[in-house]
């Protein structure tokens, strides 16, 4: 019997290998998709489906962890198989919860109503159908008032803010069984017998919409769920306000989208189960403290219930700043550490087109981080553009020091959106992850059907999707990963590592090498962005890897363990010490590379991979047999000293649309600012832009476009308290709307100024004079300078520490003085705490408690401003989302908060009684400002603040700078 089955499962293999066609390029993929404003043909998806109809994610679940999933609208009521397509919803961000309470009976007239202890009353319960079974009622309501600060304020369309829509709980016999039942005065008229009962969403499907404004003209613009939570004394409404999970879900397995035939996110035949983790009243509907955690523990209980391996989406994340070592990505490995049958795509961040942006959580190793690329064929229908080649989008973050992101997948898409929005088309690397999600279910479902008693593990999944991806030409490891998603490829992978039989044994390997960026000197992958400093010819990068085994594994078959490896290289300046290594126990095994340093001598990076394929009888010597992967990152900057005065030019360069020019800047040592020119070559056609990136990787600004017709282009000044020693990274791109090449001239040039003092603290006022003081200024570069100098006092400014204790929350009330036009507050935050969040919510208030201003931290330093300030008080703040909230709530900033006035004080410069003066090198010259009025004087604990600049003569372009702080 047992050969039989063998010999069933060989044939069908079989078969399907016949029917199946290899992946259509990408290129031409897109021309046959019938749908592409939902690409699915990118990846392989559709024609995986045309092949094998049965395998369209039918029987697989995915969570989506996000915004909500608004399960009315449709694509998201059934799957293509007729059942309903969300079959759960929870919300894990307290935004929908109700509190209940005890409701007290009476009557009034000849109507009986339940009372809320605050007086609110539902009318008629006793016309009701069903009764509790001991008689006690409990009452809670939703007020409209509590989204005044939501995308939807008005939630039943009736033109008001103030409506409350009450709820009713009981419990309820049946047939012996005791459950718990609601009902919710969706139209708001305080009567309950024109209400349905509702039981927990999962159990009926239950939703609803809130009515009040006219059917025929309002529509209605959220469809919500409950649950019951009697012991907890709450009722929670799920719904989505944002748009984003709605969307999110649509792509990832959304049928007939829009109610039109063959229009289907990735896996039609999937169910979804929405987890709500992020809160509608914060920019970009930001996670709460311990949502992202209590949602990851609500997976691995259903996991363990349904023993069943499931996908999990998070189209979330925030800024690393040491990656791999954040809460989240913590939290992420732990889970996928000790459940193998859990899969986890997390999008790889938006803060592109820098290397090392990754983001978090989707620097956890274990999970499954996607970028964004735009298919050529689709850039016509989605954008109105013309593109040769297939893209990755410049906002698609890169990788650095961590192997990522694993793969790529479209990042734009017109899905499914709550009815409160027609903005149905979105773009990010929030589209591409839900795409893998979608690949994933594909895989699982064809997986299902071959190998019914097979489990299929996770990090399968993972390994077959990142070892089948196709490449995209002129794109970089740390851009693509290993490519773009390739459905077909992978699941003929899949189906190889089944066929093989071989038990679950590694959950993924360890690797550490050594790079100097990286706080504790190691890290994932060897990244060298030093001076152009890296190991040479006669040196090694040696890199100790070791397996992660299943936590399954006997202490025998830990110590037995044993796998060999073939090492190939993918870059000519990159080679293993020896062809081939093995690893015995859990003991690691030393794998030594060299750089060839003759051919890596033109600034640039160098990005190159070791792969590891696996040795052994049975395995191919193919990439498809890939276990791990070494990755190398070498920088070459450019370097600015007294040979080139300091400076480089580049002249006349062209850049395609859809491209990125990287250059690698070296800050000599002494400057004290850096002046970046961007500007159109005369003549001929530009539209470009440009991005600059911190040595850590941090977006430091991004220019408006420099078009043809602007022909003094784009000037960009980093003032010396921004000049950080390292290797930045500017990025010029060119938009992939543009129908033609771009050409630009770029000059970067240092200069360094010694200026006594560093800072101007003081001046001196005398009658009948001026309020002045006195500077001096040494230019320490080989250029001279030939200018002038001015200045303001901007306004007033205070500065200190917070430290934030058994609270996610701080507030700050403030009303600004007459006088003042705006304010703005900055935040800097310590590394440490910044780890612990995983998201950064800001908002201001005004005395009415609607937002005026809203952001939220991509990094632990950000700001937010108020312009348009009226005579009243305001209250600003801080919502520090904790990963474990119950473990430690403890956090640190530097609170800054500047005040500008509208009086600004003006200054001038002069050397003697010259405005206009020279700067020659090495030479002091000792100058004099004045200003045009006193400062005022600063509030108690204020100072005043502003800056002189230093302008040069002949293109009124600042050189330098010095800040001005008045006590």
Known sequence: MKNIKILILLLLAATIIFIFNPLLALSEAGEKNEWSFLNTT????????????????????????????????PGLLKTSTGETKVIDVRDFSGQGDVALYPGKEGSQGNEKFIEHPDGFRLYNYHLLQEFPVEGEYLIGYLDEIRFKNSQVYDINNNGRYDDVFGVLVFEKENADTLYWVAYVDTDGDLHLEDEKPMRDYRVNFDSFQLRGGNERYDRSLMTFGINILPYDMKVSFHFDDDGHGTHVAGTAAGYEIHGQSGYNGVAPGSRVISLKIGSGIYDGGCTVSGSLRKALSFIEDYTFTHQSTVIVNISYGIGSIREGQSDADRLINNLLTYNDNIFVVVSNGNDGPGISTTGTPAAAKLAFSVGACLPAADANELFGAKLKTNKIFEFSARGGELNKPDAIAPGAASSTVPNFTDNDFMRG???????????????????????????????????ALKFSAQPLKGYSFLDQGNGVINVPEAFLLLKSMNNFGEKNQVIEYEIETDCPT???????????????????????????????????????????????????SSAPWLKPVKKAVYIKGEQPAEIAVRYNEKLMEQPGMYCGKITAIRKGRGFAKSDSNAEFELLNTVIVPYVFDSNNKYQQVFEKQSIDPGDVDRYFILVPPGATAAKIILEPVKGKFCHIQSSLFTPEGNKFYETSPVKSLNEKGNIQIVAEKDVEQGVWELDVWSDFRQTKSSFYDLKILFNGFRIEPPVITDYVYALGKEPHGQLSVINQFVTPFYGFGRGEISGYRKVRKKIVKNTDTFSYNFSPEPGIHKVEFVFDFTEDSFLKMSDVAVNIYNSRGKSVARNALSFNRGKIELSYIKDEFYTLELVAASVYPDYDQSWEFIFTE???????????????????????PSIQKKMEFTMDKSPRIAPEGFCMFGELRFLDRNYLRQEFSVPILFK
């Open 898 to 920: 500047k005040y500008y006035v509208t009086d600004q004080v003006k200054i001038k410069v002069y050397s003697g009684s010259d405005r206009l003066f020279y700067l020659y």
């Open 429 to 463: 690397t929030s589209m591409a992850a839900p795409q893998t999600a979608g690949a994933a279910a594909l895989l699982l479902s064809g997986c299902a059907q071959i190998f019914p008693e097979q489990k299929i593990t996770g990090q399968k999944i993972k390994k």
């Open 42 to 73: 990118a990846i392989g998806a559709k024609q995986f489906i045309d092949q094998n109809p049965a395998y369209d994610g039918r029987g697989q679940v995915i969570f989506i962890l996000d915004s909500g999933v608004d399960m009315g609208v």
């Open 518 to 568: 990286s706080e504790n000197g190691e890290a994932e992958a060897a990244y060298w962005r030093t001076s152009g400093y890296f190991p040479g010819n006669s040196q090694q990068q040696v890199f100790r890897v070791k397996p992660i085994l299943h936590d399954s594994l006997e202490a025998d078959e830990r110590a037995n363990f044993y796998r060999s490896y073939y090492l190939k």
